[in-house]
């Protein structure tokens, strides 16, 4: 069973960074993509940044919404995927989650919320 642990959330004004980490229990190498997700109050869960082909080292795709002020990145050895969230706006505030596809499993973890007042 696959377990992931989200860190690094919290409460920020308009305009700062945050950054997010989440360590899995496993090699990230064994997971066909890794990312991030997030849901508002009210909202659906939507995808904000996510690795595919995590075996072929991962390529990086971004939801509109933050292209150009979020980073996703991963350290192997350290098992962990990381979410750089520049500029942030009043919209980026959510509960922010890790996920992890192994072929048609799909895992998450707990959850940490980020909220950015204006």
């Known amino acids: 069973q696959v377990q992931l642990v989200e860190s690094g959330g919290g409460l920020v004004q308009t305009g700062e960074s945050l950054r997010l980490s989440c360590v899995a229990s496993?090699?990230?190498?064994?997971?066909?993509?890794m990312g991030w997700y997030r849901q508002a109050p009210g909202k659906r869960r939507e995808e904000v940044a996510v690795l595919t082909g995590m075996p072929s080292g991962g390529r990086p795709n971004y939801a509109a919404s933050v292209q150009g002020r979020f980073t996703i990145s991963k350290n192997g050895p350290e098992k962990t995927l990381f979410l750089q969230m520049n500029d942030l706006k009043p919209d980026d505030t959510a509960v922010y989650y890790c996920y992890a596809r192994v072929l048609s499993r799909k895992y998450w973890g707990q959850g940490t919320q980020v909220t950015v007042s204006t």
């Open positions: 496993e090699s990230i190498f064994l997971f066909n993509d």
